[in-house]
């Protein structure tokens, strides 16, 4: 985990890993989104309310994407909330092996975005989003977003892949 130290040397309060696991059903998306939602408010994450909002719409999609085409490996999945002094990420994880990847705007579906929302609103946020393999040969699709927008230029690299080979940024999913 990177710690960014304050005066006194401790992290602040709010930083942490948290994860948990819900059914790949329909019904996890909203829960998933009130549970993320319920944690940045309990643990006092100050993040401004227009990253929260983004923030919460990733997570709906990468829970969305996670239930309608992992379902059938993967009946459950894993998200994961892991902020730092100046970041929060979000990543959702599924047993099944496909590396999703965004779709350009085709006008004629109604579907098939999710991806290319959560890019852009990464990119606006000024944050970062990939996906990558699990250990046990699934997926972890996530998102950093820095917690204030005004923040983006300080931020020098949000928390990368953490599948990725190489020293990790942030936390690692599944640690704490």
């Known amino acids: 985990m990177v710690t960014i130290e304050r005066e006194g040397g401790e992290p602040p309060p709010y930083e942490g890993v948290w994860r948990f696991t819900a059914p790949a059903v329909d019904a996890s998306v909203p829960q998933a989104r009130h549970a993320v939602r319920d944690l940045l408010l309990r643990q006092g994450v100050p993040v401004a309310d227009e990253i929260a909002q983004g923030l919460l719409l990733i997570v709906s999609e990468l829970v969305t994407n996670a239930v309608r085409h992992a379902a059938l490996l ?103």
């Open 74 to 176: 993967s009946p459950t999945l894993a998200v994961e909330v892991a902020v730092g002094a100046e970041w929060v990420r979000v990543s959702v994880e599924d047993n099944h092996p496909y590396r999703p990847t965004a779709l350009e705007a085709d006008h004629g579906r109604t579907g098939g975005r999710g991806l290319l929302l959560v890019r852009e609103i990464t990119r606006e946020a000024g944050g970062a989003c990939d996906a990558g393999h699990t250990a046990t040969g699934g997926k972890v699709v996530w998102a950093a977003l820095p917690l204030e927008p005004s923040r983006v230029s300080r931020l020098t690299s949000p928390p990368r892949d953490p599948s990725a080979p190489g020293p990790p940024d942030g936390p690692r999913p599944g640690r704490s």
